[in-house]
């Protein structure tokens, strides 16, 4: 009996050829592996007559293994489309698998690989079906989410806590993202000593005039862009500052709480280092729930909202004989001056 050839060739797609076992599979590329005659030869087959049947091109080397290509950005095709579905998600809060994957023409099988990457690296998550960027009680959002949301909120809250800083003040900054629209202020309040472990308040302050900025390392948590850990704690705890400023997740029964344990060690810390504290919170926070109780807002010396605070809060809050500032929106106090 004459030994088998390669007429049961399958496809590239599979890169295995039925009819010879030994061809190792995982050896060779798409579009780069020998020709059908090439491997039943290497295989110790006759091949089969020339000119029958597809061909693929030679490689130079049988050894050669596959190199991600890159466009003019330095990015692989697959690093592309990781970016760009974090950035579909995050701009839209929850997208289906399902249509992620007709939006970029893959797999189902290819989106759900790229998204255990994405959520690995804390960008988003999955969960039934979907890919989001939203909240839960056990995981907080990635900062490029939170920054754009509650915009308006959020500078009406920086503003307030501006007016509460003095120059010559040291200042504890945290990683919320609230703290990104007050440092883009700071410069009106100079000189000021920032002490932070968020890499968007650094970026922000890098090349001020006047204001020193201490960044606090540790290990980096890529979804909320800041360092924490032991390493962080150690460095708060050797500093003492004038004032702290910061912002929490969720507030339940008059209790500020997170989602991440690293991350109520870090703020306590620079709470307990701080002289005066502010707490800066926009309605939405009010009533969500998060599994890590942080502090009281009793123990705060100021706590900042914005209009829409949910008015029983505010009566506890005043009940406690907490001073509450109201914030008042950015272009309501332009107008004013």
Known sequence: MSPPTCSTWSPPRTRSCRACPSWSSGTWRVGTSPTRIEHCRRAGRPGPPAGSGPRRPNVAHPDARPSGKRSGDGLTRQ????????????????????????RFDVSVMTVHRDLDEL??????????????????????????????QQRAEKEALAQAALNLLEPGYSVFMDDSTTGVYLARLLPQRTPLTVITNFRGVIDELTDVPAITVFGLGGQYFAWCDAFMGDMTVAAIRNLRADIFVMSTSAITDGVC?????????????????????????????????????????SEFDVVIVDRAAPADEMARLADLGVTVITAEPVDSVEATQ
């Open 79 to 102: 690093q592309r489309r990781q970016r760009q579905i974090a950035e579909a998600v995050i701009d839209g809060g929850s997208i289906r698998i399902e249509d992620l994957a007709e």
């Open 257 to 297: 709480f997170h989602q991440h344990q690293d991350t109520v060690t870090f703020k306590r810390a620079m709470f307990d280092s701080a002289a005066q504290r502010i707490l800066y919170v926009d309605h939405t926070k009010f009533g969500r729930r998060a599994l890590h109780a942080l502090l009281p807002l």
């Open 119 to 148: 959520e690995a690296h804390g960008l988003l998550r999955k969960t039934r079906g979907q890919a989001t960027a939203l909240a839960s009680s056990l995981f907080e959002s990635n900062a490029r989410f939170r920054l754009g």
